[in-house]
């Protein structure tokens, strides 16, 4: 048995989602929206289902989708991409996390990660043989500590993997914080991994900036989407990696040894919606932006202290305000259990000793009448 894996635990997503059925619970834990895709992309899967698109598809990705990823690098931030050499096609952004550490690291290598991080990163490192090195950030402001991140680069380190706009917190790195990151890829000459799944869901003005776009960045960043976020279609497990020629042919190898090809019908169908206009990449941000508002104001209204989200899907609200006692983990459970509303515990995004543990994630992308049930649920229970 392999025992990395065996010292993994089951994912917080599906320990919580399984409880929220149990309990007959509304579900904010996992980040899924209870509303469906666009009907055109919908439509666009079906008909290629229908048309016989059904066998192994090009490994690196259907064209239409190769070249709507690389259209999209161009129309959202001016960066030009080949089509044929600088993009892969991955079942999800989960794949192509693994798949681009695969890409860079050799055994003994080190990562820069930065934390609350995604559940994936530290058991993928590890399984590749490299070592994290994690740099916390802290709340309420989750400011980046720069010396401490300028600290874990090393002459071992290989690449830093981060995520912005970042579950759980919300945050939005800001150019001068992506400009200290760029020094420090650059000064260390590594990789940099940008999970950028939440690339379109930002607020109140934000706007995300992929690092590919930083001076000297081009080469060495390797920007990961998922169309399960732009297209409220997390199920269909649809991401791309966008990276330097130098860089494509490693990924694509990974991806060749992981899964090979991700399926065809649902790729024609990503291909269409990224090829949609201007309105629909500017309306998701809004109308996630109102979700999370009547969230936020009911939590708010509630007694708990809820901390900005600039971007993602998930508001944080600390659970001492309203007079809990126990960590996050009893109180996700307890909400669960009693109240009938399911949350995340943040500790769940920590790999390191001591996390902050009175923190709840609650995820906004949720119909309006939902997210008010809940309220009421919560303020019943209190
Ligand atoms: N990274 C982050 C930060 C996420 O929140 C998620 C979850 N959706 C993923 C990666 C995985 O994305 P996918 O479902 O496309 O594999
Ligand atoms: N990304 C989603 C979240 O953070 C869930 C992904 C998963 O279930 N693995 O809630």
């Known amino acids: ?38 009907p055109d992309v919908l439509k666009a899967a079906a008909d290629a289902l229908m048309d016989g698109r059904n066998q192994y598809p090009p490994m690196t990705g259907v064209p239409e989708l190769r070249q709507a990823v690389a259209a999209a690098n161009k129309r959202f931030y001016g960066i030009e991409v080949d089509p044929n050499a600088e993009v892969v096609v991955t079942s999800g952004a989960t794949e192509a996390i693994t798949a681009s550490l695969m890409a860079v690291l050799n055994p003994g290598d080190e990562v820069v990660l930065i934390e609350p991080l995604y559940d994936t990163y530290v058991p993928t490192v590890k399984l590749l043989g490299a070592i994290p090195r994690i740099v916390r950030l802290s709340p309420p402001k989750w400011e980046l500590p720069r010396a ?46 940008c999970d950028e799944v939440y690339e379109h869901l930002t607020y109140d003005g934000w706007k995300h900036i992929p690092l590919m776009t930083l001076p000297g960045m081009r080469e060495r ?48 169908a990503v291909a269409v919606g990224l090829a949609k206009d201007d309105a629909y990449f500017a309306s998701l941000g809004a109308e996630l932006a109102a979700r999370r508002d009547i969230l936020a104001a009911g939590l708010t209204e509630l007694g708990f202290h809820v901390l900005p989200a600039m971007g993602s899907y998930f508001v944080t609200a600390d659970i001492r305000s ?27 995004f920590y790999a390191g000793e001591n996390p902050p543990n009175h923190y709840a994630r609650f995820a906004f992308c949720k119909n309006e009448s939902v997210l008010r049930e809940a309220l009421a649920r919560i303020g019943a229970w209190m």
Not at 175 to 189: C, G, K, Y
Not at 231 to 258: E, I
Not at 322 to 337: K, M, Q, S, Y
């Open 221 to 268: 960043s390797l920007r990961i989407g998922s169309a399960g976020k732009t297209f409220n279609l997390t199920g269909w497990k649809v991401g791309y990696v966008t990276c330097d020629r130098a860089l494509q042919p490693n990924v694509a190898k990974a991806h060749q040894n992981l899964t090979f090809t991700t399926p065809p019908n649902l790729q024609r």
């Open 1 to 38: 048995m392999n025992e990395l894996l065996s010292a993994t635990g089951t994912t917080i997503f599906t320990v919580m989602s399984a409880l929220a059925v149990q309990h007959g619970a509304i579900n904010l834990g996992q980040g899924f929206p209870d509303y469906d895709g666009p």
């Open 322 to 348: 309203i007079g809990f006692t126990g960590d996050d983990v009893a109180f996700c459970r307890t909400l669960t259990e009693e109240a009938k509303v399911t949350a995340i515990p943040v500790t769940a």
């Open 148 to 193: 401490e991140l300028a600290a874990a680069f090393g002459p071992k380190t290989k690449a830093i993997l981060f995520n912005t706009p970042m579950n759980p917190t919300g945050k939005v790195f800001t150019a001068a914080e992506l400009a200290f990151i760029a020094d420090l890829v650059t000064r260390h000459d590594c990789y940099a991994i």
